[in-house]
């Protein structure tokens, strides 16, 4: 039932006070919706009543009794059905609070009544079924009337009062006691009325305290959309900002590997080292910073392969070279010629960080690169150098981003200040399933143990590795996709200096076009941003749907994510991420050059 607002404000007061509160409504609607088997054990009490007293003197006034209290239960019972009949939704109106406590005491009244009828004429023992009848009717009516106080007592008034009276008139001794039971019902109804208030105060507290908690959790909804969207407009900026970053530290990258390739002094070669390092610093920072702001819901993949391990850490090792040699430093590499399966960016990445940090923080002595093998099959590499060492306090912290050891003022000369290496080391290595372990002693050194899964290299690989060396390109053809000026010449350079013959083409129609005048290159470079409507990997498939798909193809792209990124991905070809270091390019080349062809 609902209640009806209009009745209810335009009743009188004495009559709106029926309908009360909350507790008041729900013990109505409740009363009502019980009426079928409630008002049935009352007319089972009733049959049990007329049963001993329809056969005695008594008999005329027990029918009269049986036929007034049946026309309540009548009245009772149809209001209930019409009230069913309309879906057991009727709206819960003044009239309808006062049939239902009205047809209650009219129901109580019934009962107090029978007493007075009977008179003295009744047997002991019909007289303790009369008493303990009364009494339970009293009991239960006090307690179907809880949360209207008033009613309970009028019900049990009008079904005690009686019996008590004609108790003390006829000298019965159960005049007492039906005292104390008048008494103990209405307690009970007193009693269960304010544990039900109490009850709805409490749900009350709880509804609001949930609405509450609904409006907080709106709102820190709206906070934290507010976040997302900021979180990914500034992942935005960073994108745009990365592959225009990207694209000169690619440009500087080759052509200091370019200027390197030329003959000159020793002071000349030395500087092109020098700045070699600082390009590929420039670009770890970059990559970090990016990997920092892109979204949880787009994490990088690892792509594993198998790997030879001594290459890399050579082509990792080589931009600090310089770097060591100037402070000083010596940078041993004793790595055994192995191979890993692992993400060979991701991998290359975690071992760079490594060795960074260690030529940054170790003022004189050595930076040692070594491997270890392990009966199980796995492979453990070490980077340890005599550095300043980490506080057993300060090892928890080391990988957490933006903290450095014994670096608060952020000194640009113990690097770029920003603590980023080692949170990369830590983020890849869980991707990659890396074990990380650290070991330090302040003033003595760090030693950082990655744990690596071995695997045999395929023939093709390890010969790749053993011919990585400029002179084993002379003569070989490279179609170099590339539409950013800078970047074109640059690749040019270094290519003719590692001996390739270069063809170079600006856009995607320059490629076919160029693919129509020369045959099957040995090796396809392609960047993956070309003007126009037309991908890289879209041009690459169509080269690679005349010349056949034996071609070796590597793609460029400035960008971490994206469609054409995602269709490069899905080729299963090499994706090199610029700045692309030329030792990673020319180990693609050795790779492309050392596979047979069909």
Same mark, same amino acid.
Request: hydrophobic share 45%; with cysteine; net charge neutral.
């Given at each position: 039932?609902?209640?009806?607002?209009?009745?209810?404000?335009?009743?009188?007061?004495?009559?709106?006070?029926?309908?009360?509160?909350?507790?008041?409504?729900?013990?109505?609607?409740?009363?009502?919706?019980?009426?079928?088997?409630?008002?049935?054990?009352?007319?089972?009490?009733?049959?049990?009543?007329?049963?001993?007293?329809?056969?005695?003197?008594?008999?005329?006034?027990?029918?009269?009794?049986?036929?007034?209290?049946?026309?309540?239960?009548?009245?009772?019972?149809?209001?209930?059905?019409?009230?069913?009949?309309?879906?057991?939704?009727?709206?819960?109106?003044?009239?309808?609070?006062?049939?239902?406590?009205?047809?209650?005491?009219?129901?109580?009244?019934?009962?107090?009544?029978?007493?007075?009828?009977?008179?003295?004429?009744?047997?002991?023992?019909?007289?303790?079924?009369?008493?303990?009848?009364?009494?339970?009717?009293?009991?239960?009516?006090?307690?179907?009337?809880?949360?209207?106080?008033?009613?309970?007592?009028?019900?049990?008034?009008?079904?005690?009062?009686?019996?008590?009276?004609?108790?003390?008139?006829?000298?019965?001794?159960?005049?007492?006691?039906?005292?104390?039971?008048?008494?103990?019902?209405?307690?009970?109804?007193?009693?269960?009325?304010?544990?039900?208030?109490?009850?709805?105060?409490?749900?009350?507290?709880?509804?609001?305290?949930?609405?509450?908690?609904?409006?907080?959790?709106?709102?820190?909804?709206?906070?934290?959309?507010?976040?997302?969207?900021?979180?990914?407009?500034?992942?935005?900026?960073?994108?745009?900002?990365?592959?225009?970053?990207?694209?000169?530290?690619?440009?500087?990258?080759?052509?200091?590997?370019?200027?390197?390739?030329?003959?000159?002094?020793?002071?000349?070669?030395?500087?092109?080292?020098?700045?070699?390092?600082?390009?590929?610093?420039?670009?770890?920072?970059?990559?970090?910073?990016?990997?920092?702001?892109?979204?949880?819901?787009?994490?990088?993949?690892?792509?594993?392969?198998?790997?030879?391990?001594?290459?890399?850490?050579?082509?990792?090792?080589?931009?600090?070279?310089?770097?060591?040699?100037?402070?000083?430093?010596?940078?041993?590499?004793?790595?055994?010629?192995?191979?890993?399966?692992?993400?060979?960016?991701?991998?290359?990445?975690?071992?760079?960080?490594?060795?960074?940090?260690?030529?940054?923080?170790?003022?004189?002595?050595?930076?040692?690169?070594?491997?270890?093998?392990?009966?199980?099959?796995?492979?453990?590499?070490?980077?340890?150098?005599?550095?300043?060492?980490?506080?057993?306090?300060?090892?928890?912290?080391?990988?957490?981003?933006?903290?450095?050891?014994?670096?608060?003022?952020?000194?640009?000369?113990?690097?770029?200040?920003?603590?980023?290496?080692?949170?990369?080391?830590?983020?890849?290595?869980?991707?990659?399933?890396?074990?990380?372990?650290?070991?330090?002693?302040?003033?003595?050194?760090?030693?950082?143990?990655?744990?690596?899964?071995?695997?045999?290299?395929?023939?093709?690989? $390890?010969?790749? +590795?053993? *011919? @990585?060396?400029? #002179? /084993?390109? &002379?003569?070989?053809?490279?179609? %170099? !996709?590339?539409? =950013?000026?800078?970047?074109?010449?640059?690749?040019?350079?270094?290519?003719?200096?590692?001996?390739?013959?270069?063809?170079? $083409?600006?856009? +995607?129609? *320059? @490629?076919?076009? #160029? /693919?129509? &005048?020369?045959?099957?290159?040995? %090796? !396809?470079?392609? =960047?993956?941003?070309?003007?126009?409507?037309?991908?890289?990997?879209?041009?690459?498939?169509?080269?690679?749907?005349?010349?056949?798909?034996?071609?070796?193809?590597?793609?460029?792209?400035?960008?971490?994510?994206?469609?054409?990124?995602?269709?490069?991905?899905?080729?299963?070809?090499?994706?090199?991420?610029?700045?692309?270091?030329?030792?990673?390019?020319?180990?693609?080349?050795?790779?492309?050059?050392?596979?047979?062809?069909?």
């Amino acid at each position: 039932m609902k209640i009806g607002e209009s009745d209810r404000f335009s009743a009188p007061s004495w009559a709106r006070a029926l309908i009360g509160g909350e507790v008041e409504r729900e013990q109505l609607v409740s009363m009502f919706r019980a009426t079928p088997w409630g008002w049935s054990l009352g007319l089972l009490g009733v049959a049990i009543l007329y049963a001993e007293y329809g056969r005695g003197p008594e008999a005329p006034e027990t029918a009269l009794w049986l036929c007034w209290i049946g026309a309540v239960v009548l009245v009772r019972l149809a209001g209930w059905t019409l009230w069913l009949l309309r879906g057991g939704h009727m709206t819960l109106s003044v009239a309808w609070a006062v049939f239902i406590l009205g047809s209650n005491l009219a129901f109580a009244a019934c009962w107090g009544s029978l007493p007075l009828l009977l008179g003295e004429s009744v047997s002991p023992s019909s007289e303790g079924i009369l008493h303990v009848t009364l009494a339970a009717v009293a009991i239960g009516g006090a307690t179907r009337l809880a949360g209207f106080d008033r009613v309970t007592f009028a019900f049990v008034a009008l079904v005690l009062a009686p019996l008590v009276l004609r108790d003390f008139w006829i000298g019965t001794g159960f005049g007492l006691l039906m005292i104390i039971i008048g008494l103990y019902a209405g307690v009970s109804g007193l009693s269960l009325s304010r544990a039900l208030r109490d009850a709805q105060l409490e749900r009350a507290r709880n509804a609001d305290l949930a609405a509450r908690l609904r409006e907080e959790l709106q709102r820190g909804e709206i906070a934290r959309a507010r976040l997302e969207e900021v979180g990914r407009a500034r992942t935005r900026i960073f994108a745009a900002a990365n592959h225009d970053l990207r694209q000169p530290l690619h440009a500087m990258g080759l052509l200091i590997q370019a200027l390197r390739s030329l003959p000159g002094s020793e002071e000349m070669q030395s500087l092109a080292e020098r700045l070699e390092g600082c390009t590929e610093g420039m670009g770890d920072v970059v990559d970090d910073l990016i990997e920092l702001t892109r979204d949880n819901t787009e994490p990088r993949t690892p792509r594993l392969a198998p790997l030879a391990l001594r290459p890399l850490i050579e082509d990792c090792c080589r931009p600090f070279v310089a770097l060591s040699s100037a402070k000083g430093l010596q940078l041993d590499i004793e790595v055994q010629d192995v191979g890993v399966f692992s993400d060979g960016g991701m991998f290359s990445r975690i071992v760079a960080n490594l060795v960074s940090n260690a030529v940054r923080y170790t003022p004189s002595g050595h930076v040692r690169v070594s491997t270890a093998r392990e009966r199980t099959g796995a492979v453990y590499l070490h980077v340890e150098d005599t550095g300043i060492g980490i506080a057993a306090d300060e090892l928890p912290r080391i990988f957490e981003p933006f903290y450095q050891v014994d670096n608060p003022g952020r000194d640009r000369r113990r690097g770029l200040g920003l603590g980023l290496g080692l949170a990369t080391v830590q983020r890849f290595a869980a991707q990659l399933h890396i074990e990380v372990t650290v070991h330090s002693v302040p003033g003595e050194g760090s030693r950082f143990t990655l744990r690596l899964p071995r695997c045999e290299l395929p023939q093709r690989i $390890a010969r790749a +590795g053993q *011919d @990585a060396q400029p #002179a /084993a390109f &002379a003569g070989r053809r490279v179609l %170099a !996709v590339e539409d =950013d000026p800078a970047i074109a010449d640059a690749l040019q350079r270094l290519l003719q200096a590692w001996g390739c013959e270069v063809v170079l $083409a600006s856009s +995607g129609a *320059d @490629a076919l076009s #160029a /693919a129509e &005048a020369m045959g099957s290159p040995d %090796a !396809v470079i392609a =960047d993956l941003a070309l003007p126009g409507e037309t991908s890289g990997a879209e041009v690459v498939q169509r080269l690679r749907e005349r010349w056949g798909d034996a071609v070796p193809v590597t793609f460029l792209t400035g960008s971490t994510g994206g469609p054409a990124v995602e269709a490069a991905r899905a080729t299963g070809l090499p994706l090199l991420l610029k700045p692309v270091a030329p030792a990673r390019l020319r180990a693609f080349l050795a790779q492309a050059f050392a596979t047979p062809r069909p």
